[in-house]
């Protein structure tokens, strides 16, 4: 199974399971030491849940306590460890190598039992080196050896923490100012301070756009997020970040607090050169998880971290390498921690160092949001273009659409006017067909030829009638002859000569009661009409006078005054008379019957006529 191990590598797993007392598998074992590169004493933190501690600096030997106090920005490798490793709280699972899955918890009591005698040691050591104001060295070799302890179980509210910590130091936190969105502190946002406090000099001074009251204590705008989240933060903006860890044991937590954390001196070097800040007590859980991996001993504790580029073996920096988070320095105790201190490491060493990395990534981030912002206009332009042709491109088919549906209508209103069209000419010669059926049975049955019947018995009226064309037929009606037999005569004078006589139908065209005489039969044909003008066409007047001569159904000729005794009529049109009547005419103008051409009506009375 480890046959294809290097010696070293067999070497480094069997001393893993002698560590473990065989409580890990050996399969398990193996794939531990190969993530972290065959390193035992790795491995062994990760199977007993203890974060690897960090590497002091290479540099020579300190001589004085306050360097010995505050590292320098000379870091290792190892400082470049990735400080945000997935956990339970980013993944929602143990990382491969945790104790949970692999060390059953009954091995626990036994390896403390075990470990007991050098815990007391570096307990005793530690309590000596915190009096002298000494840090106490970390024996990296035998990490394995100290105490399980477990993390503090108290639930941290950042808010609750920030809360106390106002009312503790008497201060108004900078961060609570800008969410209110006021432009200077008022004394009723500080909670109760019983240290009388007076103010540090703050008049005049306006940070983060925020004017400060000179009478009172302000407090930095910590990030109100875990220690990831604040990592996190100082990752995405390319900034760095400040740590302050505070522990209630020892006694100068509250003159830190106090004369530190409120000082305008340190506000007005965080805000300047913007750099994000982040506390927690060690006696919460997210405090005491950032002061193992950060490997705080001593309290209080300043750690700067932001982004740089990784070193390898053959080169310190690499620009085109992804940057990754990297603890700049850790100021440990009080007297590392001073504000002096603090804001001159920060003018003199950790701007200097970081602030061209910074600023060449915040510039490349710049520019990948205005190529985003270029991509995103773009996108937007290349949209709305789009939008504007398929919106003018759907207004064409629509317009296309419009115009067709409106060809098809005047096509189908065209076909329709054409069809009705057709039907009023065939409704209109089925009716002027029926007409002239009527009016060739009016000549077979009122008139027994174009000059006339012949001369009646007795008396008689010898009327002459003139036709428009101007040809004029005298016709003798019996003595009890009506308006229907003139105006009967009249219309069988109009019709074309070129219907012969001869082929007039006997009966009318409609069936009707055999006891009606024809002058009855055709005057019910008449009133159907709307008026006798629609049926007759023409209308008769008296020559002179000129007197209109209407027709009235069964009117006797004896009883009208104009031609009582006979007399001349004149036969006009009436608008809308018939394309055969015109044809009529000039059949009748070559047809040679009675009459002449001139003006004169060569009416002859009955004594002229007697002779």
């Known amino acids: 199974m480890d046959a294809h191990l290097t010696d070293l590598q067999r070497s480094a797993l069997e001393s893993l399971l002698e ?3 065989g409580e890990c598998e050996r399969d398990v074992a193996m794939s531990m030491l190969e993530s972290v590169d065959w390193d035992v004493q790795k491995a062994t933190e990760m199977i007993f849940d203890h974060p690897p501690p960090p590497r002091r600096p290479r540099s020579p030997p300190r001589t004085t306590h306050v360097h010995t106090s505050m590292e320098e920005l000379e870091i290792d490798d190892d400082d470049q460890e990735p400080l945000l490793r997935p956990d339970r709280e980013r993944g929602g699972h143990p990382v491969r190598g945790e104790a949970a899955p692999f060390l059953p918890y009954i091995t626990r009591p036994l390896i403390s039992i075990l470990s007991l005698p050098f815990s007391l040691l570096s307990s005793l050591l530690r309590f000596v080196f915190g009096i002298l104001r000494i840090p106490f060295p970390r024996f990296t070799g035998l990490t394995f050896i100290s105490p399980l302890r477990r993390p503090p179980t108290r639930e941290w ?9 106002e009312e503790e130091t008497g201060a108004v936190s900078l961060g609570r100012l800008k969410a209110q969105g006021r432009g200077a502190a008022s004394g009723s946002e500080a909670g109760p301070s019983g240290s009388g406090l007076t103010s540090r000099g703050t008049g005049g001074l306006t940070i983060d756009g925020i004017q400060l009251d000179e009478s009172k204590n302000y407090l930095p705008d910590f990030l109100l997020t875990t220690y990831e989240a604040a990592l996190r933060e100082t990752q995405r903006t390319s900034a760095i970040l400040a740590v302050f860890l505070l522990s209630e044991e020892h006694d100068d937590t509250p003159a830190f607090k ?7 001196t340190l506000l007005t070097t965080l805000s300047t050169h913007a750099i994000l800040t ?13 002061a193992q991996k950060l490997g705080a001993t001593s309290f209080p504790f300043v750690a700067f971290i932001a982004l740089q580029p990784p070193r390898t073996s053959t080169s310190h920096s690499s620009h085109s390498s992804t940057p990754v988070l990297t603890v700049l320095s850790r100021h440990q105790g009080s007297s590392a921690t001073t504000v002096e201190k603090l804001t001159s490491h920060i003018d003199d060493q950790v701007i200097p160092r970081v602030s061209t990395y910074l600023n060449r990534l915040k510039g490349q981030q710049r520019a990948r949001e205005m190529e985003r912002e270029l991509r995103a206009q773009q996108d937007l332009a290349f949209a709305e273009a789009a939008r504007k042709d398929r919106e003018r491109i759907e207004a064409r088919a629509l317009e296309e659409r419009r115009k067709a549906d409106e060809r098809r209508r005047l096509e189908e209103e065209a076909r329709e006017a054409e069809e009705q069209q057709k039907r009023e000419e065939e409704e209109e010669k089925r009716k002027e067909a029926e007409r002239m059926e009527w009016r060739r049975w009016t000549r077979h049955t009122f008139v027994s030829s174009p000059q006339g019947m012949g001369k009646p018995s007795g008396q008689g009226l010898r009327i002459a009638v003139r ?7 005298i016709h003798t009606f019996p003595a009890n002859a009506t308006m229907t037999d003139l105006y009967a005569f009249v219309d069988a004078s109009l019709i074309p000569a070129s219907l012969d006589p001869s082929s007039d ?13 024809p002058s009855e039969i055709l005057e019910e044909e008449v009133e159907d009409y709307p008026s006798p003008d629609e049926y007759w066409l023409f209308t008769l007047a008296s020559s002179f006078p000129r007197v209109s001569l209407p027709w009235r159904p069964a009117a006797p000729l004896a009883d009208v005054h104009e031609i009582k005794g006979g007399g001349q009529v004149v036969v006009e049109m009436v608008s809308n008379s018939r394309p055969e009547s015109r044809v009529s005419r000039k059949s009748l103008e070559s047809s040679g019957g009675e009459g002449d051409d001139d003006d004169s009506d060569d009416y002859k009375t009955e004594s002229e006529d007697e002779e």
């Open 19 to 21: 560590v473990t007392g």
């Open 467 to 473: 036709l428009p064309t101007g040809t004029r037929l």
């Open 278 to 290: 982040w506390a927690a007590p060690t006696s919460s859980r997210e405090g005491w998880s950032a």
């Open 258 to 264: 106090r004369d530190v954390l409120t000082n305008s």
């Open 157 to 165: 509210s950042p808010e609750r923490w920030l809360r106390e910590l």
């Open 505 to 517: 139908p006997p009966s009318p065209p409609l069936n009707t009661p055999g006891s009606s005489s």
